[in-house]
T-cell receptor, first 113, second 114 residues
Framework: SQTIHQWPATLVQPVGSPLSLECTVE??????LYWYRQAAGRGLQLLFY??????ISSEVPQNLSASRPQDRQFILSSKKLLLSDSGFYLC????????????FGPGTRLTVT | AQSVTQLGSHVSVSEGALVLLRCNYS??????LFWYVQYPNQGLQLLLK??????LVKGINGFEAEFKKSETSFHLTKPSAHMSDAAEYFC????????????FGKGTMLLVSP
């Protein structure tokens, strides 16, 4: 069966510091991968998605970036965090054969102080 | 462009009562439709989905939803609420051809009182 991991689970970072969140998927090949941010009362905001290694699409211009160095690894980064980057970050994957159904990881709670 | 509207950011029910969470969508063609549930500080879990075929779909934990094309709705129901159903519920829509991402509603928090 497929599983999706995210780490760290929680993170407290000062404004201006860098960020690296990691997501890995097991049990499937060539998944589509997604990063979402969830802020209180604002639902889910799609940040990035990837259909393959090195292929990243950005949905919202911001100070965040994403990379996919390996088939089942998706990384969310920032060079300098802003207070507004605080939130709950969720990684998700979908299969190539059934690309409309997404499966979510446990999330990372980021607090920027 | 697709959009999803969930009526009511919060819905309160008593244990044993009917649960009804409303979702309306906007799409140029009939989309695929999903309901997800999120418990505090956890990721989203797929409850059920409609793609094609029978318009009444059953999901996990006793939930079901009916796709009504004429009303552009996909409301989520459960005959009898349980305390463990307290969570946030998200309706989502995607296109049915080509590569497409999911568009989520803003979510409805379900509160269940004893």
């Amino acid at each position: 069966s497929q599983t999706i991991h995210q780490w760290p689970a929680t993170l407290v970072q000062p404004v201006g510091s860098p960020l690296s969140l990691e997501c890995t998927v097991e049990g499937t090949s060539n998944p589509n991968l997604y990063w979402y941010r969830q802020a209180a009362g604002r639902g889910l905001q799609l940040l990035f998605y990837s259909v393959g290694i090195g292929q990243i699409s950005s949905e919202v211009p911001q100070n965040l970036s994403a990379s996919r160095p390996q088939d089942r690894q998706f990384i969310l980064s920032s060079k300098k965090l802003l207070l507004s980057d605080s939130g709950f970050y969720l990684c998700a994957w979908s299969g190539q054969g059934d690309i409309y159904e997404q499966y979510f990881g446990p999330g990372t709670r980021l607090t920027v102080t | 462009a697709q959009s999803v509207t969930q009526l009511g950011s919060h819905v309160s029910v008593s244990e044993g009562a009917l649960v009804l969470l409303r979702c309306n969508y906007s799409s140029s063609v009939p989309p695929y439709l999903f309901w997800y549930v999120q418990y505090p500080n956890q990721g989203l879990q797929l409850l059920l989905k409609y793609t094609t075929g029978a318009t009444l779909v059953k999901g996990i934990n006793g939930f079901e939803a009916e796709f009504k094309k004429s009303e552009t709705s996909f409301h989520l129901t459960k005959p009898s609420a349980h305390m463990s159903d307290a969570a946030e519920y998200f309706c989502a829509v995607s296109a049915t051809s080509g590569y497409s991402t999911l568009t989520f509603g803003k979510g409805t928090m379900l509160l269940v009182s004893p």
